[in-house]
C-alpha cells in the first residue's frame, strides 16, 4: 500500500513539472530569446532569496497573514502570477515585456518547481503549539519504561 501511495505521488509530481516544463517552453517561443537570458539571471535570483527548503526562511521573509484560524501563505510564485495577471490584463509592464514577463515566470517557475508545499496556501493554526514539533521516538529506549 505504501509503494502506491509513494508511486503515485510520485508519478503525480512529474507530471506537474513536465506541464510546468512546457508552460515554460511555450512562454519562451512566444517572447524570444531576451525572455529566455533573463529567465535564468531571475531564476538564480530568487533560487539565492528564497528558503533553501519548505518551512525554511530565505533572506526575504515569506508573508503569512493569520486570519482567524488560519494562516494565508502568500507564496513569492503567487503573488508574481498576480502581478503579471493585473498587468498583463493593464497592458502595462516594466522594462520590455521579455524582461518582465521572463522575470515573472522564472519567479513562478522556482516557487513550483523546487518547493514541494507549492499548493499549500491555507493552513490552520495549531490550537497547542507544543503539539507543532514532530514526536520522536527514537531518543526512547525500552528500559527507561
Not at 498576480?82 to 522594462?95: A, C, E, K, P, S
Not at 517557475?109 to 497547542?128: A, H, T
Request: hydrophobic share 50%.
Amino acid at each position: 500500500m505504501a509503494f502506491r501511495v509513494s508511486h503515485a505521488y510520485h508519478t503525480r509530481d512529474g507530471m506537474r513539472k513536465k506541464i510546468v516544463l512546457i508552460g515554460l517552453i511555450a512562454v519562451f517561443m512566444f517572447l524570444g530569446i531576451f525572455c529566455y537570458k533573463t529567465w535564468f539571471v531571475a531564476f538564480a535570483a530568487t533560487k539565492f532569496l528564497s528558503g533553501r527548503t519548505e518551512g525554511k526562511q530565505g533572506i526575504v521573509r515569506s508573508i503569512i497573514v493569520p486570519w482567524r484560524n488560519y494562516q494565508l501563505h502568500f507564496h513569492h510564485w503567487l503573488l508574481a502570477l498576480i502581478v503579471g495577471g493585473v498587468f498583463l490584463v493593464r497592458g502595462f509592464y516594466i522594462l520590455t515585456p521579455e524582461v518582465f514577463y521572463g522575470s515573472l515566470s522564472a519567479i513562478i517557475f522556482q516557487g513550483i518547481y523546487c518547493y514541494q508545499d507549492w499548493y499549500r496556501i491555507i493552513k490552520r493554526k495549531s490550537i497547542l503549539p507544543a503539539m507543532e514539533s514532530p514526536i520522536s521516538l527514537a531518543a526512547r529506549s525500552d528500559s527507561a519504561l
